[in-house]
Each structure stands twice: as C-alpha cells, then as structure tokens.
C-alpha cells in the first residue's frame, strides 16, 4: 500500500489507498484466487534475501487466448537506484513462470509513457514495443499515450548435439515415452548413447530439439530420410509438458525444417502404436493420410 501510495503517478490508481482499502482488496479479491482455477491474476512477493522488495504478478490472465499483462511494484527508494536490474530480473523470473509454468502464449505490459528506464529494461529482456495508444489516458489534466510492449513464447526447433545425450536419455527412459514406444524395454545408457552417437552423425538423420523462448528444451523430433525421398518422423515430448499442444507444434515445425533439409523430401511418414491416442489426433489434425496396418497405424503426408 505504501509503495503503490508512493508511486501513484505512473499506476491506475486514482486515489491514496488507506489501510481499510487495502485489507477489503486483500480480503474480497485476493484471498478468493486461492480457491480458483484459473484465476484472472497471480500475484507473487519479489524477495531479495528473504526480504520482499517488491510485488507484482499476472494480471487479466486469458486463460483462453493464453496471454496475460505482467504487473510489478518495486520498493520506491530503488527505484532511482536499482530501477533496470530489478525489473530486468523479475522479467527474467515471471517470463520462466508464464512460459514454463502456466504455457502462456504471451505476456504484455500496458505502461504510461511516463518511464523511458522501463523501455530499456523491457529490451533487453527481449520485449518488442508492438504498439503506442496516442492521448489514450487523461492524466494530471492532459492526454497521455501509453505504451504497449510484449513477448511470445516463441517455440524453434534447434539441431540436436552431443551435449543432449543425457537429456534425450531421459525423456527416452521417461515410462510414459516407454508405454508407447514400439520398443517398449527399458533401454541402458550405454545403449542410448551408442544410438544416440550414430543418429548425430547419420547423414540422413536430421535430429532436433524442441525449445521454448527462454531456451527451455520441450521436445525432441527426428526425420530419418530413406530411399524414395521418404522421411520417417519420430518425436516425444517431455512428459511434464503433456497437454500443452506441444505435440502439434513439435511436428509442425518439423514439417518445415524438412523442407529445408538439403536432402530432398517428398513424403514425410509417422508410424503410431493404435492405442496411442493422443499421436493419432495429432497425425489427425495435421491432415496426414492414413493406412492402417496390422500393429500400427502409418500416417503421411505429401510435402510436394
């Protein structure tokens, strides 16, 4: 209350908060998000060695359209001092928790242009100024624009190395990925990292990972060419993302990439276990053509 009192001029907030104000806002607004599933905002306490310095959160979460405004009031005497690094840091945080924790497609902050050290923080943290709202809001007697600055959690897929054995050897391993896998034995490290060797190093084997904006490994997606320009696509995602779409985004992407691979390709092929589900729908939506066979199901579809 004191900070947000102290820094009036730059909040909406169009009067001095007292106590009895802010404990009914407490009590009526953020004691019930608790209870909530999909709460319209999460608020969190930004500490510096165990102290809190500052508080903000997700604000007008649409939990459909899954974006979210970015809120944050730090403590005023650091605002002259710290201003850029703090923001820079909670950016940091509360982007790893809207992308990785909640899979926001996109969060925004919704600024008066009363605050150029805000546009450099926003930059370096990786915001695009996308838009500026000329005279939207009238303020100590005049208009004033704001400032409308975002970020996407942007997914790419990057080619796989060697420094991602042990990570591919734990999705592998994953029970979920085993449950659906046509070879469905526990595999040995030694084993994967033998495999895992020769597929970097296959000239036909085109084996990359899944990342989000903040360079989060998702994923992993590999397209095998074989004889007739024909490329054998398998993926898995990492079983804490299950349910993100990511499956579709991850093959998606793929298709792209294999237009691109000096090798041509002109039909791309997925075999599916019949009691994977969740791939079947996928395959499905993605518009790939199907034949059912004995244990499986063989999508695909033309690239040409």
Avoid at 119 to 135: I, N, P, Q, S, W
Avoid at 167 to 174: E, I, K, N, P
Avoid at 212 to 228: A, H, Q, T
């Amino acid at each position: 209350m004191r900070w947000r009192n102290e820094q009036i001029y730059h909040l909406r907030q169009n009067k001095v908060l007292t106590e009895k104000d802010q404990e009914q806002y407490f009590d009526t607004v953020v004691r019930q998000l608790f209870e909530q599933d999909f709460p319209n905002q999460i608020l969190f306490s930004y500490l510096e060695n165990g102290i809190c310095i500052g508080y903000g959160g997700l604000v007008h979460i649409n939990w459909i359209d899954k974006n979210a405004e970015i809120s944050f009031i730090i403590k005023t005497e650091l605002e002259e001092t710290s201003f850029e690094f703090h923001w820079e840091k909670y950016l940091s945080i509360l982007s790893q928790i809207a992308f990785r924790g909640l899979s926001l497609h996109k969060i925004y902050t919704y600024a008066f242009d009363l605050r150029p050290r805000l546009y450099v923080a926003l930059k370096r943290a990786g915001f695009d100024h996308e838009a500026t709202l000329k005279d939207h809001c009238f303020f100590e007697g005049k208009y004033i624009d704001v400032l409308y600055h975002a970020k996407l959690n942007t997914l790419s897929l990057r080619a796989a190395t060697l420094l991602d054995c042990n990570l591919t050897y734990v999705w592998a391993s994953d029970p979920c990925t085993r449950k659906y896998s046509f070879n469905q034995n526990q595999i040995e490290k030694k084993e994967h990292i033998e495999w895992f060797n020769n597929k970097i190093q296959d000239p036909n084997c085109f084996y990359f990972i899944l990342e989000d904006s903040m360079r989060n490994p998702l994923g992993s997606v590999r397209i095998d060419v074989k004889e007739n320009n024909q490329g054998i696509i398998s993926y898995l995602i990492d079983s804490k993302y299950y349910g993100r779409g990511l499956g579709t985004a991850i093959l998606r992407l793929a298709e792209e990439k294999a237009k691109d691979i000096k090798i041509p390709i002109d039909r791309l092929i997925g075999y599916v276990l019949k009691e994977n589900i969740a791939s079947i729908k996928i395959f499905n939506k993605l518009d790939y053509s199907v034949i059912n066979e004995s244990e499986n199901l063989k999508f695909y579809k033309e690239l040409q």
